[in-house]
Every structure is written in C-alpha cells, then in structure tokens.
C-alpha cells in the first residue's frame, strides 16, 4: 500500500493516511482502502479498524489533477461506481471500522468516512461536500448517505453552497458521533476502540449486517443514479470551467453549459 500504513493495537488495526500536503483521495489511495480491509478481514488479532489522517487532514477531498486526464463521461462514471463500490465495502465490512477526523474531511474524504460505522470528530475540524463549487456533484456515494444521517434539507444546504460545517456542528446535526479537542481525537478514539474490540466478533458481525439492512431500498437506486449523472455532469463545459478554475486558483465563471 502506497498511501496507507497500519499498525495493531489491543486489537485496533490503526490505519494513517500519508498523501500530502492534504491526503487527497486519489483512485490509489482508494485501491489502498480495499487493500487494507484484504489484509484485516481474516485477521483474528484485527477487531476494529480507526482510519485517520497523517498532518493536517484527514482527507481534504478528492485528487482534482487526476480528473483532468479523464477523457469521457463514461470513464468518469467508472471512477465513480468504483469508489461507491469500495466505500460500500467499508459500510458492509464484518468489523467495526471508525473515522478519526481532524482538520478537513471533505468531497471523497468525507464520503470516505461516511461509509465507516463511526465518525469521532475535533470541534474545529470542517466537514462537507464542496463539489458543486467545481461544477461537479459527489461521485462516492455522498448523495445518498449524507442525506440519512442529517436529512434532506440540511443535506441540501451542504451541497447547494458548499460551505463546510464544524466537527461541532457535525455531531449536532446527526454526521458525527463525537467532537474532542484536537489533543484529545485520538486517545478518546482508541479508547472507545478497545473498548468495541472486547466485543464478540461474531455478534459485532451480526450487528453489523442487522445495521445495513435499516438501508431504505432505494439506496442502491440511488447510488447507480448518482454514479450516472456524475459522468454526465463531468462532460459540461461547466464542469471543465470548475476544474481549470480550481487548478488555477481563481474563481469560476459558470454559464449552464
């Protein structure tokens, strides 16, 4: 694994994201996801996973440079139904799996951590879903989970301005479990960790699988949907505006084409 190295303890696999400067989440760092829950799955000394982030974030979203060597809105509804596809796999694992987020999960980083079973949060961390400032929409399953942890409208204001919340914020509105001060993220998250770990493998499984199944059934619909209209948006001149003007540093200038 390039971007991800891990480490055991007390039955808590911890895995760090190493991409700086920001941990953007590229297709190889999303292939290093499934690659570590390979290596934890039949693990029996491996009880709970805690995903977190090297430096200053956890994730700060998606890697914008590696979209522009895309070529159709085919391909780039591949790109996204392969990321649903993982991410889908961290939702449904057999072990319980916790985000750790400091600093910054947003666009990939946060569909990332929505797809664990827990979100442990600093109070100053942001979280969002800032891709319709590119032109774009989520791709990794964000239009559907967002939604089922903090409602349609609270979801829909995330997404229309793409304006972070706070990790305070995000326990209050349903997306985190808890906030900690910056210090205090990663010890309080171990500690809850060890104590799951304790666990019954087998119950924590069964709770697990009981847990996916309160998914309202149009979930799968919606993910296919998304994964579509991702690859439809992406061929939009307002989408190559959003990306160039990102990569330039500059605002973009939309026009509905």
Not at 169 to 194: Q, S
Request: overall charge negative; hydrophobic content about 45%.
């Amino acid at each position: 694994m390039e971007f991800l190295s891990w480490k055991v303890e007390e039955g808590v696999a911890i895995a760090t994201i190493s991409r700086p400067p920001a941990n953007a989440l590229s297709q190889g760092l999303i292939q290093d996801v499934n690659a570590l829950l390979d290596a934890v799955e039949k693990d029996e000394a491996v009880r709970v996973i805690v995903i977190h982030g090297e430096g200053r974030f956890f994730s700060a979203g998606a890697d914008i440079k590696e979209f522009t060597s895309v070529q159709s809105g085919e391909e780039f509804a591949g790109l996204a139904k392969n990321g649903q596809d993982v991410f889908e796999r961290v939702e449904t694992f057999n072990k319980p799996i916790i985000a750790a987020i400091h600093g910054a999960a947003l666009g990939g980083g946060l569909e990332l951590a929505m797809g664990c079973h827990m979100r442990f949060v600093t109070e100053t961390a942001k979280l969002g879903l800032p891709e319709l400032s590119l032109g774009l929409i989520p791709g990794f399953a964000g239009t559907q989970r967002l939604p089922r942890y903090v409602g349609v409208a609270k979801a829909a204001e995330m997404m229309f301005t793409s304006d972070p919340i706070s990790g305070t914020e995000a326990v209050e509105w349903g997306l985190a479990n808890r906030a900690f001060p910056d210090e205090e993220l990663i010890p309080e998250t171990l500690k809850i960790a060890k104590k799951i770990a304790k666990k019954s493998p087998i119950a924590l499984k069964a709770a697990i699988q009981m847990l996916n199944y309160s998914k309202p059934s149009s979930y799968y619909d919606g993910v296919k949907a998304e994964a579509h209209s991702f690859g439809e948006v992406f061929v939009s001149e307002d989408a190559k505006e959003g990306i160039q003007a990102f990569i330039e540093k500059r605002e973009p200038v939309f026009t509905g084409k």
